[in-house]
């Protein structure tokens, strides 16, 4: 049975070039859904540590003030246990996501 449309007929029965095979077992989506998803992890972390830099920045300003007895120095140090406070924060974050 002849197809309506010759030039189907000609793709059809034309072999792949090596190359076209390579991309179509390469290319079939995965290393792309791989990509997408390693980038929107990444970009999940970046936004929550943003976030909670912002949370502890007011913090820290706040324990500056009491720290200088109600006066507002141009620079101040960062207590290190505020930094620990904001990765605990980002470690709770997650710990929905590491357990079921």
């Known amino acids: 049975m002849a ?11 034309s ?4 190359i076209q095979q390579h991309m179509n ?5 995965t290393i792309l859904l791989f990509m997408a998803t390693t980038f929107g992890v990444f970009m999940a ?3 929550g540590a943003n976030d909670v830099a912002n949370a502890i920045g007011p913090l820290a ?11 507002i120095a141009s620079k101040s140090a ?23």
């Open 61 to 71: 300003a706040v324990v500056s003030i009491v720290a200088h007895h109600g006066e």
């Open 15 to 18: 072999p792949l070039s090596p």
């Open 45 to 47: 972390w970046g936004v």
């Open 78 to 100: 960062l207590p290190l246990w505020i930094l620990f406070l904001g990765g605990s924060e980002l470690l709770l974050g997650l710990q929905p996501m590491v357990t079921k």
């Open 3 to 13: 197809s309506a449309n010759p030039l189907l007929g000609l793709f059809a029965k």
């Open 25 to 29: 077992v390469v290319f079939d989506g």
